[in-house]
């Protein structure tokens, strides 16, 4: 027999409901069907994991294409650049979030208002996005800055108007803060006229040169765990907390729902196909990265994508009937 391929993956946060897609597989022993050994670690932002798989520290990871992106637009001579294998988030999570009492019902109501986000948040940086797509003018906008302890709670104390956030991410944390899923008010970037990406697969340059299939075997099983998981949200969430026992797997397998219903089951991950990109999309998506972060370089979409790996179009039949 020969020896399974290593695979050391990269999440883009912590071992939370929407971690289940990876580690189902990984405990249903779909990696190993495939001849691979992949070990998942948690991570702490989407720009940290493709450093991280840039740097060849790790050969795949979970990362916001927005963040792929801005590396590859900025670090046009690196000897190495990861790309995206396979689309998860076909919508971006990110939102904006107000407290119903504050009367902000709609982006137009945001115009000088105290926004509050950390200086990484995917949110945040999108915004100009977001704000072009509604009128605003991005330039005006009033940020306070804060660890992603405090955003929820400066939002809830009155600190700030609005916050950016994941969808999943943030609206979970006011309800721990006490406030009902009816006193928010939420506006989905994707409801508003963005069309970003959200978190796709990527992988190293050094995988896709040297070791092609274990990519192609690693998204053959995450598709059949994406389908499982899909189909029985509640039995993934309890692979979350076999693997962190601190978790509430009943707040987990909520935020997973959340998730597949804002970001991964969407309207357009099911005409777009689980797992694709369509080329026109992604190339807006280049240009509004390459504007809004000012990149060094102008992104080429070809650069950033790679769906040789995906597999057959059986396979990436997972969503829910």
Do not use: C, H
């Not at 495939?34 to 798989?53: C, H, K, M, P, W």
């Not at 509604?134 to 929820?152: H, Q």
């Not at 400066?154 to 950016?164: E, K």
């Not at 995450?222 to 693997?243: G, L, T, W």
Request: glycine share 8%; proline share 5%; charged share 25%.
């Amino acid at each position: 027999m020969a020896e399974d391929t290593k695979i050391k993956f990269q999440l883009d946060w912590r071992f939370e409901g929407p971690a289940a897609l990876f580690l189902v597989a990984k405990s249903k022993g779909y990696f190993t069907q495939e001849q691979l050994d992949v070990t998942i670690d948690a991570g702490n932002g989407s720009g940290n994991a493709v450093n991280r798989v840039a740097s060849g520290a790790y050969d795949m990871g979970f990362a916001d294409m927005a963040a792929l992106m801005e590396f590859v637009g900025n670090n046009p001579t690196a000897p190495s650049k990861p790309v995206g294998v396979m689309m998860v988030y076909n919508d971006t999570p990110a939102a904006v979030f107000a407290l119903k009492k504050s009367g902000i019902k709609t982006p137009a109501d945001l115009a000088g208002k105290k926004l509050g986000a950390p200086v990484f948040d995917a949110g945040r940086r999108a915004y100009p996005v977001f704000a072009k797509a509604n009128g605003l003018d991005a330039t005006k906008a009033n940020w306070i800055s804060m660890d992603p302890a405090l955003r929820e709670t400066m939002l809830v104390r009155g600190d700030v108007d609005a916050i950016t956030g994941f969808y999943f991410t943030s609206l979970l944390n006011l309800n721990a803060r006490g406030i009902k899923d009816e006193d928010v008010v939420v506006m989905l970037y994707p409801n508003y006229g963005v069309k970003l990406y959200g978190n796709a697969i990527i992988a190293s340059d050094t995988m896709v040169k040297q070791k092609p299939e274990a990519i192609k075997g690693f998204l053959r099983a995450f598709a059949k765990a994406a389908k499982d998981v899909m189909a029985d949200p509640d039995a993934a969430a309890k692979v979350v907390k076999e693997r962190d026992g601190l978790v509430d797997e009943k707040l987990e397998a909520r935020r997973l729902k959340l998730a597949i219903a804002s970001a991964i089951a969407t309207p357009n991950a099911k005409a777009e196909g689980f797992g694709q990109v369509s080329a026109p999309r992604l190339s807006l998506m280049a240009s509004q990265v390459s504007d809004t972060y000012a990149t060094k370089t102008r992104v080429d979409p070809n650069t950033v994508w790679n769906g040789s790996f995906l597999p057959a179009k059986a396979a990436l039949n997972v969503f829910p009937k």
